[in-house]
């Protein structure tokens, strides 16, 4: 079965620094997708950023983007010039490619300070 | 595009009564709604899986006989919590997939219960 580890429980950055949230997972599948989900504190699921695993070049999406270590099963997550808004939940997700069901991570909550 | 409506979105209703969860793809078909539960500071956890027309695929654990979901059309999900009791408070997201397994999955809001 497919797992995904977050190993940090709560993060804290300063207002414009840059921020590394760290995701691993275990498969033996070769076809599957990784996500970072956003949850702030209304609850509302929003996707960061998505990388498809058989692309070697890291996703990016403006201020984040991802460091993608297929070989190592690593996914993290870099904030760059972090925002106040960017407080919230992140949830590093695995999908596989051939059932389509989202496994999350633990989470990690990111405070970001003024 | 691509937005989810979720329906109500808190709910505070007496023990044994039943709810029913409205999910709703508003700009595009969903052959395929999800289901999940998280509670206070944890992880969304998967509860079901639904395709049009066919019955819900539970996960390990989950009840179908108190969590009964309907699929009925291709914008329409739904999730009935039968005789709720304080046990069942949760948030509970709908998230829903036009096409294949490699299409993203778009979230509803959430619905807060709450079962006194």
């Known amino acids: 079965a497919q797992t995904v580890t977050q190993s940090q429980p709560e993060m804290s950055v300063q207002e414009a620094e840059t921020v590394t949230l760290s995701c691993t997972y275990d498969?033996?599948?070769?076809?599957?997708?990784l996500f970072w989900y956003k949850q702030p504190p209304s609850r509302q699921m929003i996707l960061v950023i998505r990388?498809?695993?058989?692309?070697?070049q890291n996703a990016t999406e403006n201020r984040f983007s991802v460091n993608f270590q297929k070989a190592a099963k690593s996914f993290s997550l870099k904030i760059s010039d972090s925002q106040l808004g960017d407080a919230a939940m992140y949830f590093c997700?695995?999908?596989?490619?051939?059932?389509?069901?989202?496994?999350f991570g633990k989470g990690t909550k990111l405070s970001v300070k003024p | 595009g691509a937005v989810v409506s979720q329906h109500p979105s808190w709910v505070i209703c007496k023990s044994g009564t039943s709810v029913k969860i409205e999910c709703r793809s508003l700009?595009?078909?969903?052959?395929?709604m999800f289901w999940y539960r998280q509670f206070p500071k944890q992880s969304l956890m998967l509860m079901a899986t639904?395709?049009?027309?066919?019955?819900?695929?539970?996960e390990q654990g989950v009840e179908k006989d108190k969590f009964l979901i309907n699929h009925a059309s291709l914008t329409l999900s739904t999730l009935t919590v039968t005789s709720a009791h304080p046990e069942d408070s949760s948030f509970y997201i709908c998230?829903?997939?036009?096409?294949?397994?490699?299409?993203?999955?778009?979230f509803g809001d959430g619905t807060r219960l709450s079962i006194l």
């Open positions: 997700a695995y999908m596989s490619g051939s059932q389509g069901n989202l496994i």
């Open positions: 998230s829903a997939r036009a096409g294949g397994n490699n299409q993203p999955q778009h």
């Open positions: 990388q498809e695993a058989y692309k070697q």
């Open positions: 639904s395709n049009e027309g066919s019955k819900a695929t539970y």
């Open positions: 498969t033996s599948e070769s076809d599957y997708y």
């Open positions: 700009d595009f078909q969903a052959t395929t």
